[in-house]
């Protein structure tokens, strides 16, 4: 025998061979005929094949890999593990766990997904449309969300039970994945008070199944509160992304805004949603918002880290 040749690829390579396996592997051909449909469902006039293959060899990859983290557990279990691998893709992992077992570690997840996020994205359009501007779509997190049902990510939390470390912002950063699945934040209530409370606790308990949460009562209550505080908040910005993104003003654009809803979005629950824009006192209100947020000028400058960890890093370089 010959000598072993062993062969590493780049990140662009490996990227590449991994969407050709999405595009040529029989298994995700349901798959891609559901991305090909909703495709054509998004555009209100005829198009023509090239059209509809060109925006499906762009979008699909991002999309499968959506598609498929959107699922409720029973669905996942149905699918095949070779559709599960394809799925996952290249993951880079930089969390640091702790068994659910152990009492000891501690851990800072940090947003690693972002990066392989960007690079997917980049490589699915490559040689296709170069002239247009690559953006990085919204992290997904998904080393916490894949992360093994005996590990758990450790939360460092000060006197007043607040957040303290870097891991601090990759928490957030999950909560934001959690308001963006549609059947756990669903955007048809109106207010966040309004959201049942079953599907608050349903947030909880992902947090809980995650990450390390207190075992004292009290410190237990804070960081449920918390959290739920910041789930609340990140819906909101969730549903006002989306009318920045989609709204257009003047009620008789209601028909265009309700025929283009977000990918992903439960179309009865966008439809509530886009009613409620168009409706007088969305309108008013929204003008009075505008108003109120020119007049301010003494914004949060602290970037993306709170005044929690700042002060935290303050007094451990003392």
């Known amino acids: 025998m010959g000598a072993v040749v062993s062969i590493t690829l780049d990140s662009n390579s490996w990227i590449q061979a991994h969407r050709y396996v999405l595009f040529n592997c029989e298994e995700i051909t349901p798959f891609r005929d559901v991305h090909i449909a909703e495709i054509k469902a998004g555009f209100p006039f005829h198009v023509t094949d090239d059209v509809i293959q060109k925006q499906h060899i762009e979008e699909f990859c991002p999309w499968f890999r959506e598609y498929v983290m959107s699922m409720d557990a029973s669905k996942r279990k149905e699918l095949s593990d070779k559709t599960l691998t394809l799925e996952m893709g290249r993951r880079k992992t930089n969390l640091r766990t702790r068994s659910k077992s152990s009492t000891l570690g501690r851990a800072a997840s940090e947003d690693v997904d972002e990066v392989g996020d960007q690079e997917t994205h980049e490589a699915s359009i490559q040689d296709v449309q170069p002239a247009v501007r690559v953006t990085r779509e919204p992290s997904k997190y998904l080393d916490v969300w894949d992360l093994p049902a005996n590990e758990e990510i450790v939360l460092s939390l000060n006197s007043l039970n607040q957040l303290i470390d870097d891991g ?12 963006r699945k549609p059947h756990m934040c669903p955007i048809r209530y109106l207010k966040w008070k309004n959201m049942p409370e079953e599907l608050k606790e349903e947030c909880w308990r992902v947090v809980e199944h995650k990450y390390s949460v207190p075992v004292n009562p009290i410190a237990y209550a804070a960081l449920k509160t918390f959290t739920l505080q910041k789930i609340g908040k990140a819906w909101r910005d969730h549903k006002s992304r989306m009318k920045k993104q989609h709204y257009i ?8 805004v309700k025929n283009n809803p977000p990918k992903g979005c439960i179309a009865q629950d966008w439809d509530i949603l886009v009613d409620h824009w168009y409706t007088d006192d969305a309108v008013i209100e929204s003008e009075k918002n505008k108003d109120r947020r020119s007049k301010q000028d003494e914004l949060h400058t602290a970037s993306f880290c709170s005044y929690d960890v700042h002060a935290t890093k303050k007094m451990d370089n003392l």
């Open 249 to 256: 003003p003047h009620s008789r654009n209601k028909t265009r």
């Open 168 to 179: 601090a912002r990759t928490f957030t950063g999950f909560l934001g994945t959690i308001v």
